[in-house]
Nanobody, 124 residues
Framework: QVHLVESGGGLVQAGGSLRLSCVASGLTFSTYNMGWFRQAPGKERAFVAG????????YYADSVKGRFTISRDNAKNTVYLQMNSLKPEDTAVYTC?????????????????WGQGTQVTVSS
């Protein structure tokens, strides 16, 4: 059974940083592209960042480009999201997802497995 477990969320002031982690089990992690999505209250789940299985390609939503960095450690079955210069509009539940297709999908339907999410709250 596949499990994706996020951690690292919390409350931070605007301008601060957080590092999210997502540990995967039950799948061959090194063969999956990984993505981070977020969902703010009253809004649809939105793509944040994605990374290819071998780390040679990453993709970011325009709203986080230059502030967030996605990375992965295949030896630890873990994908990370380093979030810097956080803004109140970054407040959301952040969820990681796994996808085994060729490219990095930016849509919810493109992912096979999902975690439960971790709350990130940025105060002004």
């Amino acid at each position: 059974q596949v499990h994706l477990v996020e951690s690292g969320g919390g409350l931070v002031q605007a301008g601060g940083s957080l590092r999210l982690s997502c540990v995967a089990s039950g799948l061959t992690f090194s063969t999956y592209n990984m993505g981070w999505f977020r969902q703010a209250p009253g809004k649809e789940r939105a793509f944040v960042a994605g990374i290819k299985w071998n780390s040679d390609y990453t993709y970011y939503a325009d709203s986080v480009k230059g502030r967030f960095t996605i990375s992965r450690d295949n030896a630890k079955n873990t994908v990370y999201l380093q979030m810097n210069s956080l803004k109140p509009e970054d407040t959301a539940v952040y969820t990681c997802a796994a996808d085994q297709t060729l490219g990095i999908s930016r849509t919810v339907n493109g992912y096979d497995y999902w975690g439960q999410g971790t709350q990130v709250t940025v105060s002004s």
